[in-house]
């Protein structure tokens, strides 16, 4: 990890940060006066379960994961971090440490904000804990729905949904994350998910190119695949 205290990359940060969008020039300077840069390589590990919290990790560039380990070092990935997002923020709010690891997936830049002195800007600038809090809604709606469809929802079914929302409209994408990585957030073997994409394949629904990209040869089809159960 390398720190970097640039005060001109801060503001760049904040900038592509949709909580602090409704600030004005000057209050945005308050927040970057609070804040710090980190670097990472891929593969480094940000933060672990366990680490103090109290702080908020605002994404520049570069992309992480979020993810938790069983007793047994099973890996469960929660999420995508990419530009503009934030994480470790359920800590500003608790004494309790960080419950999640995360790792950067690629050369990342983290803004990094001391979470005593964010809550006062809170405070001061009630906009802001009301954007935070419409994102944890929209976060735990998210983790609602994941965990309902892995409990209820056949393979089929989340790996086609997960297609269609990864695609978000285009015909050919690449993953954001590998195969193991999008296997464990939908609740299942990465042989697994690699048995159905290759069946997906057979059916025409979609053709595989190298290890990440993906063609949609048959929306239709694949958009009902992930709406109806088979």
């Given at each position: 990890m390398k720190c970097c205290h640039h005060s001109e990359d801060h503001v760049i940060c904040i900038e592509h940060v949709p909580i602090f969008a409704s600030l004005n020039s000057e209050e945005k300077m308050e927040i970057v006066e609070i804040?710090?840069?980190?670097?990472?390589?891929k593969g480094e590990i940000i933060y672990r379960a366990?680490?103090?919290?109290?702080?908020?990790?605002?994404?520049?560039?570069?992309?992480?994961?979020?993810?938790?380990?069983?007793?047994?070092?099973?890996?469960q990935v929660l999420r995508l971090v990419e530009q503009g997002e934030f994480m470790g923020e359920l800590s500003l709010f608790s004494s309790?440490?960080?419950?999640?690891?995360?790792?950067?997936?690629?050369?990342?830049?983290?803004?990094v904000l001391e979470g005593e002195k964010l809550k006062a800007l809170m405070i001061k600038y009630p906009s802001i804990a009301f954007k935070v809090m419409d994102e944890l809604s929209r976060r735990l709606e998210m983790a609602e729905n994941r965990i309902e469809d892995i409990s209820?929802?056949?393979v089929s079914h989340r790996v086609a949904k997960a297609i269609m929302e990864l695609s978000n409209?285009?015909?050919q994408f690449s993953l954001p994350m590998t195969k193991g990585d999008l296997a464990s957030q939908l609740g299942m073997t990465q042989e697994t998910?690699?048995?159905?994409?290759?069946?997906?394949?057979?059916?025409?629904?979609?053709?595989?190119?190298?290890?990440?990209?993906?063609?949609?040869?048959?929306?239709?089809?694949?958009?009902?695949?992930?709406?109806?159960?088979?």
């Open positions: 804040a710090s840069s980190r670097s990472y390589e366990g680490d103090e919290g109290g702080t908020l990790f605002v994404l520049y560039t570069g992309k992480a994961k979020l993810f938790r380990l069983s007793m047994s070092g099973k890996e309790l440490p960080l419950t999640d690891n995360a790792q950067a997936l690629e050369t990342t830049t983290m803004c209820l929802s056949s409209g285009k015909e998910l690699s048995r159905k994409l290759a069946l997906f394949q057979e059916e025409g629904l979609i053709l595989l190119k190298g290890h990440r990209k993906i063609i949609i040869k048959n929306k239709e089809q694949l958009k009902a695949a992930s709406i109806e159960e088979n």
